[in-house]
């Protein structure tokens, strides 16, 4: 019995499989049910008592490195040879990579920037949470103003005399601009904003913004018309219409909101434009004296207009997507139709 255990220990040092195959047929030679191992084992009930403990120790002790020269060729292996190689067939296609998109709202925003940067405009962006000075105060916001109310306006502590919040508008840059800057001053502002909104088709309580300010000596409201005009017509075609409303925000006087044509229902009526044919795509104005004012700008000397318009709306318009939400869901399915580039 010594003998073959002898020879088993050096068979065991040389082993060295080709193929799992080869590794399985070895355990089967070992330890299958008529395997040398098992016998051994089976010879052993007879062994003469006195060499028992010996014997037995040096068995299991084979037993282990059996099982162990087994599990290592296994490993060994496997490692070796990938479950599918790609010289397996040299003239299958290449896998397509799925290289995916910029978002539609980025586009978007990319091109109204790319708009202004050829008009001289240079970019600005501040901060997503902001003071109450920049949001409202300095922007001739009165105390009261509906806007400050927590119904309209997330708040992060109002508990003191600037409270802190998310800003609702990209106006706030206008304010950090001018703090910062001499004139002429002439920057766009891309940003989120965020809004207390119940979420709808049309509405979001988060969405994002330009804001644009001009401020220079005898800046006149015929260049904010012009610049408008210009924009549309490079965003839209020069086909596009725009149409001015007279309206109110406490940091422009006058103030006037910008429809442009809706070409989602090409004029004649749809739940987008609630069926009036013009889609409103921003508010603009030239800034109010007290704004000059608030940020250190002599009004006597300056004049200047502003201009915040929705990215997603303006992005509505172009590609004809009826529901604000697909922006937020980001379904693959709604995003990948949007040809942007990755550069
Ligand atoms: N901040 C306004 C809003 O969020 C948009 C706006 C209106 C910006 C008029 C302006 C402006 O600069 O002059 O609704």
């Not at 073959?4 to 220990?9: F, G, K, S, Y």
């Not at 790609?86 to 299958?92: E, G, H």
């Not at 709202?105 to 790319?114: H, K, S, V, Y």
């Not at 697909?326 to 990948?336: A, G, H, K, Q």
Request: net charge negative; with cysteine; charged share 25%.
């Amino acid at each position: 019995m010594w003998d073959i255990i002898n020879d088993l220990v050096k068979e065991l040092e040389g082993f060295q499989a080709k193929t799992q195959a080869e590794v399985e047929a070895f355990r089967v030679r070992m330890l299958g049910r008529k395997g040398i191992l098992t016998g051994l084992f089976e010879d052993f009930r007879n062994v003469d008592p006195r060499q028992k403990k010996e014997l037995g120790k040096k068995l299991n002790l084979l037993k282990n490195q059996v099982q162990q020269a087994i599990d290592v060729q296994k490993e060994r292996l496997a490692a070796k040879t990938p479950t599918q190689s790609p010289a397996d067939d040299l003239t299958k296609p290449a896998e397509i990579l799925n290289m995916g998109s910029r978002h539609p709202i980025a586009i978007a925003q990319r091109e109204i920037l790319d708009i202004f940067r050829k008009m001289g405009f240079s970019v600005e962006e501040g901060p997503e949470i902001e003071d109450d000075w920049h949001v409202f105060s300095a922007l001739n916001f009165p105390p009261d103003h509906p806007a400050r109310d927590m119904q309209d306006t997330f708040f992060i502590n109002s508990q003191t005399d600037n409270p802190v919040l998310l800003r609702t508008h990209t106006s706030s840059v206008q304010v950090r601009t001018m703090e910062k800057q001499k004139p002429p001053i002439r920057v766009v502002c891309p940003g989120r904003v965020f809004r207390n909104e119940a979420i709808s088709a049309r509405a979001h309580c988060i969405f994002h913004q330009v804001e644009g300010l001009y401020i220079d000596e005898n800046v006149s409201f015929a260049d904010l018309k012009q610049a408008i005009l210009v924009f549309v017509h490079e965003m839209f075609g020069s086909s596009a219409r725009i149409r001015l409303r007279p309206s109110y925000f406490p940091f422009t006087e006058p103030s006037a909101e910008v429809d442009v044509n809706c070409n989602i229902c090409g004029g004649t009526g749809c739940n987008i434009c609630k069926n009036t044919g013009w889609l409103e795509i921003m508010g603009a104005g030239m800034v109010d004296p007290n704004v000059l004012k608030a940020s250190g700008i002599d009004p006597e000397k300056y004049t200047g207009f502003a201009f915040g318009m929705g990215v997603e709306r303006i992005a509505m318009l172009k590609w004809q997507v009826r529901d604000l939400r697909l922006y937020f869901e980001n379904d693959v399915r709604f995003l990948e139709q949007f040809q942007g580039g990755l550069l």
